[in-house]
């Protein structure tokens, strides 16, 4: 026999009293458990209501008296007993309550029992044999119980965050589409109301084959700075980009501007990531996030390694009137300029090349030519040509701006 046997014999009509005393007093044991809970935590029942704390003291009470049973028997608690306790530890998610302030809680709930045994045992011999055979299957209930109660917490806090997550796309995607819903669901997108002002930011990964987690990084950094910069927010991974959708009612366009460049520095300087973002200007409420998404989508195709978040109003004045032109206005537009789009077509790109270089060299030949590392007389032959296949004339600078005007509205 070993020498734990043998103390728990010679203890055992002491353990048998101790364990007995104790669980007739089950209910007042389970309140000073709550009580010294919420002495030594006081965050984890602030703003709990009647009915939490009833639930937290059912819990205590069901837990003292599993814990005295096991103890007297000497063993560990089985799973099937424990199902009590890994379905409060499922209601604790609901109920708001941080998974370490739960096992804090456990801890002090499961010392306030072993000093009630303690006190019970007294300071006898026969007292302190049966204390101390209590200890080991005590100890290990908290260590079995506890491991119960995370697992329990952790599998339905990731149930409700796939399903929040799934919420959350389905109404991005509402929104995108122009239809905005009566109300938004506190855990989908907290703060956020129709009426509330916002800003639609864009993001994406560049480079080559970037990691499959990246977007999701992204993701969480857009989140996290938009948590600091005090605007509620949606966050959504869609496809091959990031849209956030950031309420600006308790700060400013210009402060989430700066936390998603603050988030950006983080992906790039400490991740190793290549990320660009488009940024909106600020919508009236939730019905103008399909147009604020077309406005960042439109600054992120123009966001580059020197500006790698872009807002639309950084833009320049031309390049900010062809992104922010009516779907109507681009149609007369492109319809137009659909002489010089074919030609570009046909030739791979080298009209529209030809043109933007034209424009940024200030219509100096030389230099466009070095641009494009060609010939001079290249350049002069295509300028030709475009006038001749448009009937506009690119040397004309009022010409080469509508040519470029088509050339950049059909890049999007």
Request: charged share 25%.
């Amino acid at each position: 026999m070993t020498g734990q046997t043998v103390v728990r014999d010679a203890a055992s009509a002491e353990i048998d009293r101790i364990v007995d005393a104790l669980s007739a007093h089950r209910t007042e044991l389970a309140t000073a458990m709550v009580r010294n809970i919420q002495a030594e935590i006081p965050a984890y029942l602030r703003n709990a209501d009647a009915a939490t704390l009833a639930d937290v003291h059912a819990h205590c009470e069901a837990h003292a008296g599993l814990i005295l049973t096991v103890s007297r028997e000497n063993r560990e608690p089985l799973r099937g007993e424990l199902g009590f306790a890994r379905a409060a530890g499922a209601r604790r998610v609901e109920q708001g309550i941080p998974i370490d302030g739960l096992l804090a809680a456990f801890r002090v709930g499961h010392r306030t029992v072993w000093d009630a045994i303690l006190a019970e045992a007294g300071d006898t011999p026969a007292g302190r044999d049966a204390a101390i055979a209590l200890a080991r299957p005590a100890m290990e209930y908290i260590d079995t119980a506890s491991t119960q109660v995370a697992e329990a917490y952790t599998k339905e806090l990731a149930k409700r965050e796939a399903a929040a997550d799934r919420e959350r796309r389905d109404l991005i995607e509402s929104l995108l589409a122009g239809r905005v819903p009566k109300s938004v669901p506190p855990r989908v997108a907290p703060g956020l109301d129709q009426e509330a002002s916002v800003v639609v930011a864009v993001a994406t990964l560049t480079g080559h084959r970037p990691p499959a987690s990246g977007l999701s990084q992204v993701a969480a950094a857009m989140s996290q700075q938009a948590a600091a910069a005090r605007g509620a927010a949606l966050v959504v991974e869609r496809q091959h980009q990031v849209v956030a959708v950031v309420g600006t009612s308790r700060t400013s366009h210009a402060d989430v501007l700066e936390r998603l460049r603050s988030a950006w520095r983080g992906l790039t300087e400490g991740e190793g990531l290549q990320v660009r973002m488009g940024v909106g200007t600020e919508c009236a409420g939730l019905a103008g996030v399909a147009h604020g998404f077309t406005e960042a989508v439109r600054a992120l195709e123009r966001a580059s390694a020197e500006m790698p978040v872009l807002a639309l109003q950084e833009m320049p004045a031309f390049d900010y009137l062809v992104a922010s032109a009516e779907p109507a206005t681009r149609e007369v537009v492109l319809s137009k300029g659909r002489a010089l789009l074919d030609a570009d077509q046909r030739e791979g790109g080298a009209v529209s090349a030809t043109l933007l270089a034209y424009l940024d060299c200030d219509l100096n030949v030389k230099r466009t030519a070095e641009q494009l590392v060609v010939h001079p007389n290249t350049v002069r032959y295509r300028l030709r040509r475009i006038a001749e296949l448009t009937g506009t004339d690119p040397r004309r600078f009022a010409d080469l701006l509508e040519l470029v005007t088509v050339v950049r509205m059909a890049r999007g």
